[in-house]
């Protein structure tokens, strides 16, 4: 995962950037964010507090960059697969482009959408409704606004709170089943916005 577009070339330094990013992952599923000290973070790493420093100002800055990291991906991903299509064909390979990236980046999706992250979902459930409205407003452009703004709460809400229980579980189905069983959802829904 390269969080940051600048990233360093040189192989030394990439590996310490990930030691940190591994080491707080690791940290961040034991306990809130607010709890994890830079020194913690180091002993985990295998790193000294002048190394964390140069790669990041505070834990909160890791958790930011992290996150944008993510989101960014997500956004992107979102918005090319929202472009192939119109919107009932296109959500079955939403689900299942979106659902794969977030399982990809499995750690960092717990870490944002984590019990003690509200902040952390909120930015995630913004930058999907602002794509979605958009696309929305051109494939239901006969539907009030008010009344596509509220199908995707209702929708983000839900695929949000089933994909934190599969986070949850050990043995899971594969990603595309799961996003197939989302995308039967949303389309059966869909009808309401017709």
């Known amino acids: 995962m390269n969080i940051d577009e600048n990233a360093p070339k040189d192989l030394r330094v990439r590996l310490t950037h990930r030691m940190i990013i ?5 940290l961040r599923r034991e306990k809130p964010l607010r709890k994890i000290t830079v020194s913690e973070l180091c002993a985990r790493a295998g790193v000294g507090r002048g190394t964390f420093y140069a790669h990041f100002l505070d834990v909160y800055d890791l958790n930011e960059k992290l996150e944008t990291y993510l989101l960014t991906e997500f956004t992107q991903t979102l918005k090319e697969t929202l472009e192939q299509s119109d919107a009932t064909a296109s959500v ?3 689900c299942r482009t979106v659902f794969a990236l977030l399982e990809k980046n499995e750690r960092v999706c717990r870490l944002l959408l984590s019990a003690d992250n509200a902040e952390g979902v909120a930015r995630f459930v913004e930058m999907g409704r ?3 409205m958009e696309y929305y407003a051109v494939y239901f452009s006969h539907t009030p606004r008010e009344k596509v703004a509220q199908f995707y709460r209702f929708v983000s809400s839900g695929c949000i ?3 934190q229980a599969r986070l949850a579980q050990k043995q899971r189905p594969p990603v ?13 829904g869909t009808r309401c916005l017709l």
């Open 176 to 188: 595309e089943q799961f996003a197939d069983e989302m995308s039967e959802i949303i389309l059966k």
């Open 130 to 132: 602002q794509l979605c």
């Open 161 to 163: 709170a089933c994909l």
């Open 92 to 94: 079955r390979r939403v």
């Open 22 to 26: 591994d080491a707080f992952l690791q």
